[in-house]
């Protein structure tokens, strides 16, 4: 029986269509749904009930839609979701993190949907709960816990919280003596915050009104935020702006940046009215990150950077009063083309790096007063690798987390003199995990230029690779990031019913060094997709699966992926899961008012200023290559209040691919109306729009009695 044969449809909503002529670069662009874009996006932002009650109404028409062709999932969702609920330890809590007489932690309870913040004495003694999120969340339809920093003398815990999925953060600031907040509230940040060395001044990071990290400003406790001082503001708004501190505690580090560039100020945590010094002023092309050592040599700073042609970075020491000039520099870290530096720490007396090299991490220890090195050795085929140094400075110890998609996150205390390994804690599957039931395998898919693409692979041990069983195939591919070859609990549902599921690691990731990354951005786009074309036909070219059985899953930036594999290679797809997907990507890039726009050029290309990139945007935008041709079951997810991508890019997409798609393959959209980029905002909430995915790939490919 054909998979068309098997779906029942319901009749799909029809977005009306309104043409909207624009002329760019002497090419008209006809836009039939460009009034889903609300004209008071900013303000649905803060407040989802301005949304237009017609735009609403689509966007329920067509949740409405999807609940009707998904009913009758309705039971194996409610079973994925307690499979997956009974894989999580409810009453769990991480590792803890020594900072003087305390130690602070994450804590779960049972039934709880949010993390508790909790500290107790180093040496012994109860739990103190500092931010309870269930009952900071309770009656709300979303909260979103941004992060806290507590203050040097442990008095003060800053804290931020979102409230409508918007990134548009509260910082709040307790007492911990008291328990009790202090009056000040701070609105419309992004979150991040930083206490000076006097324990009463804090720094963070505010939006401008386009929704974009633009500004730093000082708070002092005991004052209205409104009379808070601004320290620093961006002015070209391509860049955004950061803050961190040093591992020493010395310095409050700003960072300037886009996506090939940075810049860094500091400020003497000590002197917290004095005003910020910038290190190495800007060059295009030239990234850099601070740290700060102290010891033999007297005090200077770290520097991971990437000059002289370091494209993998290299780590150098600066002189502490003027690093500027490369001369003065020491290289105590030389680059190695191919082997790419992520992090790099200061402790007391050990700079730690994570690096990646053949797509594999490992951890590297360099001892400061000798520059002796040693590597912390793995043994698995492909895994993921995570490093903590904690709050202290003058410690030998580094955290690290390691798994596999087998194996479940450990976590190890390394002491880096001894190198003794401690396993602190093993992640807990209630429900029974037997790694022995599962095998993860890395594969390399040849691509037509010459490359080849590493394809991390988790199957059941009875699941047989003879064409038989469907292929969940994730991508990504921007932004230099690298999707870990993790332990994923949800990919046991899957796998348990007959699934194989991969991670491609393709082009526009870092996974093969900082080369990868740049061949798969601005001009060299295209290889994104055509990597994750080439990995889900090498697996079919292995026999493993069949063409036309493969289902993709991809969020943001993969999203986009899913939209353009939609339009250059459908018979490859069963169907597409794009989650808060960029698939307006013309449009956006044209618009350099919406928050992501200016400092997602460097990325992309500005096809305002280029007619070359407003051709080669135009070439590849999922949108705007929308034909008349057969289409994968598609599902494809929004947010209403993201700001990363806006609602209208899913809602856009799907009213144009229901116009002209030639098929009668599911095609759904759901926006989530209480929530944004993230999706649902507590842990429970999470894995039941994780089941509404595996159900849709359940569903099509015939597995939902499995």
């Not at 429900?431 to 080849?452: C, F, M, N, Q």
């Not at 057969?630 to 229901?658: C, F, N, S």
């Amino acid at each position: 029986m054909r998979i068309e044969d098997r779906l029942t449809l319901p009749r799909p909503p029809t977005a009306a269509r309104r043409p909207l002529r624009t002329h760019v670069h002497g090419v008209e662009l006809v836009d039939d749904y460009a009034w889903l874009r609300a004209e008071n996006w900013q303000d649905v932002m803060r407040d989802p009930a301005v949304l237009d009650a017609e735009i609403r109404g689509y966007l329920e028409a067509e949740n409405a839609y999807m609940g009707a062709a998904m009913a009758d999932t309705a039971t194996l969702q409610e079973r994925l979701f307690q499979e997956m609920k009974g894989r999580i330890k409810e009453d769990d809590s991480s590792v803890p993190s020594p900072d003087g007489p305390w130690e602070y932690y994450t804590g779960y309870i049972t039934g709880g949907q949010y993390p508790l913040i909790c500290r107790r004495p180093r040496d012994g003694g109860s739990e103190q709960v500092l931010i309870d999120g269930n009952s900071e969340a309770a009656g709300l339809a979303y909260w979103s816990f941004g992060g806290a920093s507590h203050s040097r003398d442990h008095r003060y815990l800053a804290y931020a919280v979102d409230d409508k999925g918007s990134e548009l953060f509260t910082i709040r600031i307790r007492d911990l003596e008291t328990g009790k907040d202090l009056p000040e509230t701070i609105i419309e940040t992004r979150g991040g915050m930083v206490w000076a060395a006097d324990h009463r001044t804090l720094f963070y990071v505010r939006l401008d009104e386009n929704h974009r990290p633009l500004m730093i400003y000082r708070h002092r406790l005991g004052t209205a935020a409104e009379a808070d001082v601004k320290v620093y503001e961006e002015a070209d708004h391509g860049f955004y702006v950061g803050l961190g501190e040093t591992q020493s505690g010395r310095f409050i580090v700003i960072h300037a940046h886009d996506h090939q560039t940075s810049e860094a100020h500091v400020i003497d945590a000590a002197t917290p009215d004095a005003m910020p010094r910038c290190l190495l002023r800007r060059e295009v092309g030239h990234e850099y990150h601070v740290e700060h050592a102290v010891g033999p040599g007297g005090e200077r700073f770290i520097l991971t950077t990437n000059s002289g042609g370091a494209e993998d970075f290299r780590i150098c020491e600066a002189p502490l009063r003027v690093p500027t000039n490369p001369a003065d520099w020491r290289e105590i870290v030389p680059h190695k083309p191919g082997c790419l530096i992520l992090e790099a720490t200061c402790l007391a007396g050990h700079l730690v790096r994570l690096e990646r090299e053949d797509s594999l991490p490992r951890i590297v220890v360099h001892r400061l007063a000798d520059g002796l090195e040693h590597q912390i050795a793995f043994d698995e085929e492909a895994y993921s690798l995570g490093l903590s140094t904690g709050y202290e400075f003058d410690t030998t110890t580094v955290r690290f987390t390691y798994s596999s998609m087998t194996t479940p996150a450990q976590v190890y205390d390394y002491d880096m003199e001894s190198r003794r390994r401690t396993l602190r804690k093993t992640q807990e599957v209630p429900s029974g995990h037997t790694i022995a039931d599962y095998v993860t395998r890395r594969v390399l898919a040849p691509t037509k230029d010459g490359e080849t693409v590493p394809v991390s692979i988790l199957y059941h041990r009875t699941t047989k690779l003879d064409g038989t069983a469907p292929l969940y195939l994730y991508g990504y591919g921007a932004y230099g990031i690298s999707i870990p070859a993790s332990f994923r609990t949800g990919w046991l549902s899957l796998a348990d019913r007959g699934f194989i599921c991969a991670i491609a690691h393709i082009r526009g990731g870092k996974d093969k060094g900082y080369r990868w990354y740049k061949a798969g951005k601005m001009e060299a786009k295209v290889n994104t997709f055509t990597d994750y074309i080439a990995a889900g036909e090498h697996i079919a070219r292995l026999g493993w699966v069949r063409r036309g059985n493969i289902v993709g899953h991809g969020g943001s930036a993969g999203g986009m992926l899913m939209g353009a594999v939609a339009n250059m290679a459908p018979d490859l797809f069963l169907g597409l899961i794009a989650d808060v997907p960029f698939v307006d990507v013309l449009n956006t890039m044209l618009d350099k008012d919406l928050p992501l726009t200016p400092p997602e050029w460097p990325e992309w290309g500005n096809p305002i200023a280029s007619k070359a990139d407003f051709d080669r945007i135009s070439s590849y935008s999922p949108y705007d290559n929308v034909r008349a041709q057969k289409y994968p079951h598609i599902l494809a997810e929004g947010g209403l209040t993201d700001p990363r991508v806006t609602y209208w890019e899913p809602a856009k997409w799907v009213a144009r691919l229901r116009a002209m798609k030639t098929d009668g393959n599911l095609l759904m959209l759901y926006t989530n109306m209480d929530a944004g980029h993230g999706g649902a905002s507590g842990r429970f909430e999470q894995l039941k729009e994780i089941a509404k995915e595996y159900a849709f790939a359940l569903k099509i490919t015939g597995k939902m009695a499995v």
